[in-house]
């Protein structure tokens, strides 16, 4: 039967994620699988987040709270700004496809980065705009030549902080260089899912930019460090200007009961994200010692997750890590992107390099 697509579609390919441990346990009849390809918090959400879930299902036969008020209202309590300005999404994945539907018509521009989240081109191309991809420098966002890149039809910026692969950071100094670039009309898109993880202290205070009322977003999410992410929340902060705007079209109950109210507990337990600051940081330390004992050097990462070449087909590395119980993420060429786990996780993971590496 013909079917009729636009070009725009049939150029995408569809999102790949991190295969699922039941799945590869099955395939290659393994006891024990360990996942480090999704940037999860390998320790799991906070108690007081599965403690907010108690109850939740009596409710399960109402819809959800469509303006989720008591998340939106602690959420702009913690950040001093009103509740207009918070918008929330199923996942912060779903708050970039409102912006390419609400702000992109055909042969608009958008600029981002090369290798970066590879959601911002996929809803881009989805909305018939037209994705302006400027290279990295250093494994780093080039926002020199991103400022160039713009022109009369740039509607949108996205500027992923740390970014996604490589782990990187641009600074507070190169952001406020680079705002005093960008036309006024123009949306400023950071993309901070990893914000909780930086360790840097000149990492840069983007909502400045939306309470200066500038066309800014800031993208957050409960799916990293408060290990929500089976529960699908994420959050943008930007002007009631945007927001008014992306509610238009936002579907009405888009953030579900269940996530509610555990992303409102979670957000409670300020002491699940330093004990989760803590093993990343300490984690971080025992990857790359040990990748620099076989040899590789990790990128400098401010996220929960190390971007390196391992000097070889990465795809057959990835291949061979699934053959000993351990997913990886295998990005392009000759890199791997491995996540941040518990200590045994991270020893299991070196342990199967070395073995893969040697055979």
């Known amino acids: 039967m013909a079917l009729r697509i636009h070009p725009d579609i049939a150029s995408l390919h569809p999102y790949v994620p ?8 099955r395939e290659m009849g393994l006891a024990r699988v ?24 009596e409710s399960l036969h109402r819809y959800p709270d469509g303006g ?5 209202q602690a959420l702009a309590d ?10 929330l999404g199923n996942g912060s994945d779903e708050i970039l496809g409102l912006l390419a539907r609400t702000f992109l018509a055909p042969g608009d521009e958008a600029v981002m980065a090369d290798q970066t989240f590879v959601i911002y081109k996929m809803e881009v191309t989805a909305a018939h705009g037209k994705a302006v991809i400027v290279p990295l420098i250093d494994w780093t966002h080039d926002l020199d030549g991103m400022a160039k890149a713009i022109t009369p039809k740039t509607r949108l910026v996205f500027l992923c902080n740390p970014n996604n692969p490589t782990g990187t950071m641009v600074s507070a100094d190169a952001v406020a260089r680079f705002m005093t670039q960008v036309p006024e009309d123009v949306i400023v898109v950071f993309d901070e899912a990893y914000f909780e993880y930086v360790r840097d202290p000149h990492f840069p205070d983007s909502l400045q930019y939306v309470t200066q009322g500038r066309n800014a977003v800031v993208l957050r999410t409960f799916s990293k460090i408060y290990g929500l992410a089976g529960l699908r929340i994420g959050y943008g902060i930007t002007t009631p200007e945007i927001t008014n705007c992306l509610n238009r079209v936002r579907p009405p109950f888009n ?3 269940l996530a509610q109210r555990a992303a409102l507990a979670a957000l409670g337990d300020d002491d699940h994200v330093a004990k989760s600051r803590a093993v990343n940081a300490a984690g971080m330390q025992q990857m790359e010692s040990g990748l620099r004992g076989l040899g590789f050097t990790a990128i400098p990462s401010q996220a929960n997750f190390l971007y390196f070449d391992v000097k070889r087909d ?4 990835f291949d061979a890590l699934l053959r000993e119980g351990v997913i990886v993420r295998h ?3 000759t890199m791997l992107r491995v996540t941040i786990g518990q200590p045994d996780e991270n020893d299991a993971f070196l342990c199967a390099l070395q073995r893969v590496l040697r055979s």
């Open 78 to 87: 913690r950040w001093k700004v009103t509740l207009d300005h918070i918008i």
């Open 255 to 257: 953030a579900n009961t």
């Open 68 to 72: 989720a008020y008591r998340l939106r």
């Open 34 to 57: 360990i996942k480090l390809a999704s940037n999860e918090n390998p320790l799991g959400p906070s108690p007081k987040a599965l403690a907010g879930l108690a109850g939740g299902h």
């Open 18 to 25: 991190g295969k699922p441990i039941e799945e590869l346990q």
């Open 314 to 317: 990465g795809r057959g590395i």
């Open 331 to 333: 990005i392009e060429g």
